[in-house]
């Protein structure tokens, strides 16, 4: 009779190369209700509650950005958002709302709500508002604002991007949360041990690729 045994997976086993002086690693706290496996993915999601958002304008119309309550989405950066009037209208038009890296994000008209990663109403003023007006909303959120969660390819809550590798497994229950260490910049991860979600596309592998690059973490296969 064969006996077959299955070695499971060394914590850390996927890690080719960091930098020097534990400078490569945080510890970060994972959310609840969450399995992540050792050599799994992390991605990070902000608690609402909280960030920080103030707002300035700048232009010549006299309408008013009022944020929502809660004025954040679990995908909100930290830094300054910006909503600037592409297209004029009497009583009314449209702002480019971009984020602090730059990238547009959405369209907000004037009267109706923006829900994404910001969450805001523009209501018209006595004044028309006029091209370029400008108002920035600034969001202050530190690293005791964020959780971390269990990489999911398939996620519409920021849960798609992954951001960090965790050396060890770490599961969390319902209403819990845990500290783990990670690896979250200057790092080389081998693929072939990275524990990706069962299932998982090319396609999505080499988005997590791609935002693992960004947050400098080289996966190499």
């Known amino acids: 009779?064969?006996?077959v045994l299955t070695e499971g997976r060394h914590p850390g086993e996927a890690i080719m190369s960091e930098a020097e002086f534990?400078?490569?690693r945080s510890n970060v706290v994972v959310a609840a209700s969450q399995?992540?496996?050792?050599?799994?993915?992390?991605?990070?999601k902000a608690v609402a509650a909280g960030v920080v958002v103030t707002q300035a304008f700048a232009g010549t119309g006299n309408g008013v950005l009022t944020v929502a309550?809660?004025?954040?989405?679990?995908?909100?950066?930290d830094g300054a958002y910006t909503a600037t009037l592409v297209t004029?209208?009497?009583?009314?038009?449209?702002?480019?709302v971009d984020d602090p890296n730059g990238k547009t994000?959405?369209?907000?008209?004037?009267?109706?709500?923006?829900?994404?990663?910001i969450k805001f109403t523009i209501a018209d003023g006595s004044t028309d508002?006029?091209?370029?007006?400008?108002?920035?909303?600034?969001v202050a959120a530190d690293a005791e604002d964020y959780q971390f969660v269990a990489f999911n390819p398939d996620g519409t809550d920021g849960s798609e991007t992954p951001v960090a590798y965790s050396i060890y497994g770490v599961t969390t229950g319902a209403g819990e949360t845990k500290k783990t260490a990670v690896i979250d910049t200057s790092a080389q991860l081998n693929g072939h041990c990275v524990a990706w979600p069962t299932g998982i596309s090319d396609a999505k592998k080499a988005d997590a690729v791609q935002a693992l690059?960004?947050?400098?973490?080289?996966?190499?296969f």
């Open 1 to 3: 009779m064969v006996t």
């Open 22 to 24: 534990n400078r490569s």
């Open 35 to 44: 399995t992540v496996e050792a050599n799994g993915l992390l991605a990070k």
């Open 69 to 77: 309550s809660p004025a954040v989405s679990s995908k909100v950066k």
């Open 88 to 96: 004029a209208a009497a009583n009314g038009g449209t702002f480019r």
């Open 105 to 117: 994000i959405g369209n907000a008209t004037v009267g109706q709500a923006f829900d994404k990663e």
């Open 129 to 138: 508002f006029a091209l370029g007006d400008l108002f920035t909303i600034t």
């Open 213 to 220: 690059a960004a947050a400098g973490i080289k996966v190499r």
